[in-house]
């Protein structure tokens, strides 16, 4: 029988944020009546105004039927919009029609903002330590 190995300090830390961010997401969520895909969906078109549906589908590991009923759900309660590309009218953009910052929808996003207020307060120098190493060990372990 194996025994399985104790998790590092920097695992446990880390497994903490995550179960805490996840909840804080799952919390807002179902606040605002939306599954997860169509959360992270509305947080991507945020970010990435004028989207097109494929790079929905890809970012979620969706299909395009998938993602296309997605759209439709998102635009069908408002909160985003398709548009003509002016430039190719085959080209269909997903814009949202919200504002993340506004309520309630500020509630996706509340943790990751609340993370970044606390981030801002620390010393820069520990912080890019702290940053190069996750991501040297992301690089090492994910390369395995």
């Known amino acids: 029988m194996t025994i399985a190995r104790q998790p590092s300090t920097l695992r446990r830390a880390l ?37 097109r549906a494929a790079d929905i589908a890809a970012y979620l590991g ?7 009923a997605l759209i439709d759900r998102l635009v069908e309660r408002g909160v985003a919009t398709r548009e003509y590309d002016p430039d190719d009218r085959r080209v ?4 949202p029609a919200i504002d993340l910052s506004d309520d309630p929808w500020s509630s996706l996003c ?6 970044e207020d606390a981030v801002a307060l620390r010393d820069v120098t520990r912080i890019e330590e ?11 372990v994910a390369s395995r």
């Open 15 to 51: 497994s903490g944020y995550f179960d805490a961010r996840s909840a804080a997401f799952a919390r807002a969520r179902r606040d605002l009546n939306m599954g997860d895909g169509d959360a992270r969906a509305l947080m991507f078109i945020c970010e990435r105004p004028g989207v």
């Open 62 to 68: 969706i299909t395009a039927a998938g993602a296309t």
């Open 92 to 95: 269909i953009r997903i814009n």
């Open 110 to 115: 509340r943790f990751d903002d609340d993370f």
């Open 130 to 140: 702290l940053s190069t190493l996750l991501d040297d060990l992301t690089v090492a």
